[in-house]
């Protein structure tokens, strides 16, 4: 057999110490993010989408551009013109961004509908407007996970869940992230929910990394909330395996159709993709049980039928004990 490779034995080493995982109902982010073009009707109607695939939660993101970006981002142009809804960077990110309003009509939307409204934010102004909201959780996005003013918002002025992705941080700076909202009002342990993340679009398999997954758990399962996922991958078998790893919350980009202009649209999965990701993501939950016991109700019948020693019971006493050869007495 093939050497392992070191990457993949780094990840492995010591798995067994981990704690128990407990299958807890898997529950699904859809991330709309700023893939309704900055129009409000198509936003309302992703949501309708994202409930009738069977997502948990609808999920969109905030920006103020003037705050987040530098002046020379700002006007800098769009670096894939052909992905731009204005002239600059700024202008660009403008047209995609939904007024606070926007965003109250689409959780009023969320709760008429029956689905969990959420947004992502990414300045502190950002985080200060959808706190006016009190969504059930707040996501903090990976190239925001460093922002403290923004996350003291979020923890001080905020009581519901935060979300943080991980993506292009490193193992000192996710410590940052706990120790922080360990401090204060944080509360990390009822309030937190940690993500292994990639951050690219799309993600190549092999850069997924999921095993790190596994990693979190066994340095924060006991200070935080739980542990998701957030995925920027083809397809939909790596959330399965996600989920199978003991991510509780997956998370995935959502789109009406994935040609749309726009960077994400080609990491998102359309409403047929993500109503199977909730089918076999419930469907995995179901299987992920310890049999209750040796034999179930529903091998009995094929036991007797089929098990040797159970349908040719009787043959196999009367050659046992007249000593006659089974294969004899068979024939």
Known sequence: MAEQPAAKKARVQGLAGIHTVVYNEPKVIAEIGCNHRGELETAKELLTLAKEAGATVGKFQKRTPKELLTPEQYNAPHPAPHNSYGSTYGEHREFLELSVEDHRELQAHCKQIGLEYSCSVWDTSSAKDIVTLNPVLIKVGSPSNQHWEMQEVL????????????????????????????????????????????????????????????LLQQKYAHRVKCIGFSGHHLGIAIDVAAYALGAEWIERHFTKDRTWKGTDHAASLEPGGLSR???????????????????????????????????????????????????????
């Not at 869940?161 to 009822?190: L, P």
């Not at 019948?301 to 159970?310: C, D, M, P, V």
Request: hydrophobic share 30%.
């Open 277 to 331: 990701l909730c089918r076999d993501l419930e469907a995995t939950h179901k299987a992920l049980a310890y049999k209750p016991s040796e034999i179930l109700d529903l091998e009995k019948e094929t036991r007797a039928k089929l098990k040797w020693g159970e349908y040719n019971k009787t043959v196999l006493e009367k050659c046992s004990s007249s000593n006659i050869p089974k294969r004899l007495e068979l024939s």
């Open 155 to 214: 923890r001080d002025q905020y009581s519901g869940e935060v979300h943080i992705s991980t993506g292009m941080t490193t193992k000192e700076e996710i410590d940052k992230i706990v120790e922080f909202w360990e401090d204060g009002k944080g509360d990390a342990k009822n309030r937190v929910v940690l993500y292994n993340c990639t951050s690219g679009y799309p993600v190549p398999f092999e850069d997924v990394c999921m095993l790190d997954i596994r």
